[in-house]
């Protein structure tokens, strides 16, 4: 009995691998690389034996990507490698896993930064970059990493900055207050073009050119002249412009008598700062030929003047116009004033009469009261000293006392009193009647009307006591008159 049992099945086996890799099958110890399927026959007896092989694609590469800076180096991880050069660098993996890539790329260093700075002399800076003081001109490096640009400092500083006065170009006012000082200076250091203020520092700064400027028109006094360079440097010099002279003429009009004449001299005074008179020349009314050493000047015309002073640095001054008056001869006359007075009349000269009558002086008064008749002689001085003389005969008008009155209201001898009398200015009189009764008592220049406390009394001689009161005269008259009606 044949009994042919059926084959059994075919046993397969899958099996995976990467590529790049190698599968033995331990049924028929072949190798293989490559996907497929692969078969083992057997007997009837025995299943076939089936491979089937995947042989699986490799994974991408993966690349990183890494940049450094100029210097550094970067090592790889996937290979502990350092690297500091640009390129591509390659790590291979089995075919299960991706290779390495590594994509490095070496940055150039930045360009370096330079600050320029230009400090003035004396002056120091300090730089941010590292905080650093400096007061001497040099380059100056901060190195920085591959990354970062180095840093540098070209620092410039400027050669000092000085000034002063040009020699023999300091010139004083040539007179006080006159304004006409002036100095220049010159420049040395810093950096043109330089500024100027002229005594303010916060004033308005003046460009130059060159290196020399002059000041003109200054009155005297410190100046201070401040100066500022194209790099704001600045300087200070100071400056002093001496006093102008002050030489103040004033002029002093003298008069004096020479030969019964009236003659004049002008005699200028200068300031007491003035210590060397001999410096100093003058000349009238601004003649430019005519001055003299001399300050005093005779027997100047009338009328308006000026004299000038003249300084020997140059300097001139003029007084304030002053007037010569035009003095002619002095003259007198005489003529008869009012009862017994003598009019003394003098024209010329120069004034301020003073009068002497038969020498006795009455100072200004050019009036005489006489006292009894003859010549007098009457003198005048004018306050220059020059005199005239002149001589004259006078009759003296003594008193009248008249010896009636008539009070009848016809405009005749309506009152009684003494005539004549006007130079008795303290005249007094007292009228009594028969009796011895005081009637009233007058004062010079009243008169009697013939009345008693407003009553007219009668016809008949009334006395009288006349006392003349005058220190020259001092007579009294006693006597009578008589009333009529």
């Known amino acids: 009995v044949l009994t042919v049992t059926p084959k059994p099945a075919k046993i ?27 078969l083992v026959a057997k007997d009837g007896c025995t299943a076939d034996q089936e491979l089937v092989l995947t042989v699986t694609s490799q994974p991408a590469k993966i690349s990183t990507y890494q940049t450094i800076c100029s210097g550094e180096s970067y090592t790889w991880s996937e290979n502990n490698m350092t690297y500091n050069t640009s390129g591509t660098y ?29 400090i003035c002399s004396g002056e120091s800076y300090t730089w941010s970059e590292n905080n650093m003081t400096y ?15 180095d840093q540098e400092l070209v620092l410039i500083v400027t050669p000092l900055l ?9 010139f004083p006012e040539n007179c006080l207050d006159e304004k006409n000082g002036a100095f220049s200076i010159e420049i040395t250091g810093g950096s043109a073009p330089y500024e100027l203020s002229l005594d303010n520092f916060n004033g308005i700064y003046r460009q130059i050119s060159g290196t020399e400027y002059t000041y003109e028109n200054l009155p005297a006094g410190l100046h201070k002249v401040y100066i500022k360079d194209a790099n704001n ?22 008069y004096e008598c020479l030969n019964n004449l009236s003659v004049n001299s002008v005699t200028v005074t200068i ?34 003047h000026t004299i000038t002073a003249r300084h020997s640095n140059g300097c001139t001054q003029t007084t304030k116009s002053f007037i010569i008056d035009q003095i002619n001869p002095l003259e007198l006359s005489l003529n008869n004033g009012e009862l017994n007075e003598i009019v003394a009349s003098a024209s010329g000269g120069s004034g301020n009469y003073q009068y002497t009558f038969n020498t006795e002086s009455s100072a200004t008064a050019n009036k005489l009261i006489i006292y009894k008749s003859g010549t007098y002689i009457v003198t005048v001085t004018d306050k220059n000293g020059c005199s005239a003389s ?26 009684w009193g003494p005539d004549s009398s006007l130079q008795y200015q303290n005249l007094t009189f007292t009228i009594f009647d028969r009796y011895g009764r005081m009637i009233n008592k007058f004062s010079n220049g009243q008169k009697w009307d013939g009345k008693y406390n407003g009553a007219e009394l009668t016809s008949g001689d009334y006395w009288y006591v006349l ?19």
């Open 271 to 304: 300031d007491q700062s003035i210590t060397n008179p001999a410096d100093i020349d003058y000349t009238l009314d601004e003649n430019p030929s005519g001055y003299q050493d001399s300050n005093v000047f005779t027997n100047v015309p009338s009328g308006n």
């Open 135 to 149: 007061n001497t001109s040099g380059t100056y490096l901060l190195t920085k990493d591959g990354c970062t640009a």
């Open 233 to 254: 440097c600045t300087n200070q010099l100071e400056i002093q412009i001496p006093n102008g002279v002050k030489i103040n003429p004033i002029a002093e009009i003298n």
């Open 390 to 415: 002149i001589s004259k005969y006078f009759d003296y008008i003594d008193i009248s006392i008249p010896n009636y009155f008539t009070p009848d209201g016809d405009g005749i001898n309506d009152e």
């Open 12 to 38: 397969s086996t899958s099996q995976t691998i990467c590529s790049g890799e190698n599968f033995t099958w331990n049924e028929n110890n072949t190798t293989y690389n490559a996907s497929g399927t692969y």
């Open 162 to 170: 000085t000034s002063a006065v040009i020699h023999n170009s300091l």
């Open 467 to 485: 006392k003349l009161n005058d220190p020259k005269d001092a007579r009294e008259f006693v006597g009578h008159f008589t009333l009529y009606r």
């Open 90 to 118: 390659l790590v291979a993996k089995d075919g299960c896993t991706a290779d390495q890539e590594l994509v490095l790329t070496v940055t150039s260093k930045p360009v370096k930064i330079s600050t320029y700075q230009t």
